[in-house]
């Protein structure tokens, strides 16, 4: 017990401020928060589901609330959320195959994610409306 004054005195690890901000971590980040995304996302697809199974009235609510300027701002982020999140998982299995790991490699990964997800995202809104 003498030297439990001692652990006290160490070195803090360093935190995230110490660290310059790269591509392939805000992607590792980015992964991650679209994967919570996601989560609450498959929540808004059951209350739909639900709504539309308890009959015309609640699928229409559940129409109304979706098809509000605020309703379609999450669904749009929810679709992007759930192209990164694909990409994202794809560049993963790619570097489970043991490819892409140098820099040049994992930094076009990175970019093509961003370009990827938010190009598919805007087609598929696009096919969306014009589906409609």
Excluded: C
């Excluded at 003498?2 to 310059?20: G, I, T």
């Excluded at 559940?62 to 990409?87: C, I, K, P, Q």
């Amino acid at each position: 017990m003498a030297n439990a004054d001692l652990k006290a005195n160490r070195p803090l690890s360093p935190h995230l401020q110490v660290y310059r901000l790269i591509l392939t971590m805000l992607m590792s980040i980015l992964h991650r928060i679209t994967g919570a995304g996601l989560y609450f996302g498959t929540v808004l697809v059951a209350f739909w589901l639900v709504a539309a199974a308890s009959g015309p009235e609640y699928y229409e609510f559940a129409n109304a609330v979706f098809g509000s300027w605020f309703g379609r701002l999450v669904l749009f982020g929810f679709t992007w959320a759930l192209m990164h999140h694909m990409l994202g998982g794809l560049r993963h299995f790619i570097w489970d195959m043991g490819r892409g790991f140098k820099l040049e490699a994992a930094n076009w990964m990175a970019k093509a994610t961003i370009i990827g997800s938010v190009s598919l995202t805007i087609l598929l809104w696009i096919i969306g409306y014009m589906v409609r």
